[in-house]
């Protein structure tokens, strides 16, 4: 569930009056030493005519911005990736009323392909997902997949309002590209795989525990609660105030939040309601804490199930993938595999700003040769 905004206490001391030289010309200023709570020290120069902004830097941080009186477009470009063995169309289809819109690649070999789906995180994500979605479909597809990605419901090119999902929503519109992979001429029927990161991993675990056409699936870096929610998103708050260093104050609201939330969510007949002036959709609150146990949903996984994990994740903690793979042994799936990887975080790769293209992620070779491996064995038949 949402939690509340940041709240920081920013004090500003006045150093020193310094005259500085912006492109041609002088400016004089006063150089402010800037404190934020739980956070890295900084500077900022204010130009004494009219207390404007002429230049920040936080040196721990690696932020070094300066004001210019030139004018400059500064245009990214979106971050793209192709290869002459596949071609890229632009598709849609139907979850009864909404229309989603995505890119299916398709390798220009013969014959009926095995086929790959993509499914995010959580958030409003569009079909290249930072950049993650663009390096894993080029990849896959320049090796013989097809790949289907496609615009989260209210995002990019997709209909439908992206505030007001429920995660059965997500379920359906799953399922409905499913079917739309399913029905296409160049992918064989019998040989379709999701890949999922983050917090979509429960979402693709119900699809494919209801859903015969789906023949493996590839969990990246899965969040998913196996107890109570209020519980389980209680520990999680604890993890992300011990990472992010948060204050004690902030702390006690982001749980006073949480409480407040399933309380209001549990009591009210509303589908949205303001929670410590936040507004919050309460049927997704619903939605989720009427779920059916997590547990009871593995056990019925019995497809071959490939689980990645970066132990240098930074937002998800790594005892999630351990228990999803202890619960798949368990209920007796033979076909699952868990692979650690030492020294990538939740991204599988880097983070690229390198002033041409949005900034992206790439990710790591050695992770998508793991994955198309595994899809090769499971089924492609090799």
Not at 72 to 78: F, Q, S, T, V, Y
Request: hydrophobic content about 40%.
């Amino acid at each position: 569930f949402s939690l509340p905004p940041m709240k920081r206490l920013v004090t500003l001391t006045s150093v020193k009056d310094e005259t500085l030289k912006i492109d041609s010309k002088k400016i004089k200023t006063e150089n402010l030493l800037l404190k934020i709570k739980n956070y890295s020290q900084g500077s900022i120069w204010v130009a004494k005519s009219d207390r404007s902004i002429v230049k920040l830097e936080i040196p721990k941080e690696n932020i070094k911005i300066t004001r210019t009186f030139f004018h400059k477009i500064l245009k990214a470009e979106k971050y793209t990736l192709s290869a002459d063995a596949y071609i890229s169309k632009e598709i849609s289809f139907k979850n009864k009323k909404i229309e989603l819109a995505g890119t299916l690649t398709v390798p220009k070999s013969e014959g009926a392909h095995s086929a790959v789906l993509l499914i995010w995180g959580t958030g409003p994500q569009d079909r290249e997902y930072q950049g993650f979605f663009t390096s894993i479909v080029d990849y896959l597809s320049a090796n013989g997949f097809c790949v289907l990605r496609f615009d989260k419901r209210g995002v990019g090119s997709s209909g439908g309002e992206s505030l007001s999902v429920t995660s059965s929503d997500e379920v359906e519109d799953v399922i409905a590209a499913l079917e739309y992979i399913a029905g296409q001429k160049e992918i064989d029927p019998k040989k379709i795989t999701i890949i999922s990161h983050s917090e979509s991993a429960s979402v693709v675990l119900k699809v494919a525990s209801e859903q015969g056409i789906v023949n493996g699936l590839v969990l990246m870096a899965p969040s998913i609660y196996f107890g109570p929610i209020e519980e389980e998103r209680t520990e999680e708050i604890k993890r992300m105030a011990s990472r992010l260093k948060w204050s004690d104050e902030y702390l006690k609201l982001a749980a006073r939040c949480l409480r407040e939330t399933i309380v209001k969510a549990n009591s009210s007949s509303y589908n949205w309601a303001y929670i410590l002036g936040k507004r919050v959709f309460l049927r997704k609150v619903r939605d989720e804490l009427s779920e059916k146990p997590i547990t009871y949903i593995i056990e019925k996984i019995k497809i071959p199930v490939l689980i990645l994990q970066g132990e240098e994740d930074e937002i998800m903690s790594m005892e999630y993938a351990a228990h999803l793979d202890k619960i798949l042994g368990d209920s007796g799936n033979s076909g699952h595999i868990l692979t650690y990887y030492g020294y990538l975080g939740h991204f599988f790769g880097k983070f690229v700003n390198d002033g041409i293209y949005r900034m992206h992620y790439e990710v790591d070779k050695g992770v998508l040769e793991n994955i198309k491996n595994w899809l090769n064995r499971n089924m492609a038949g090799e």
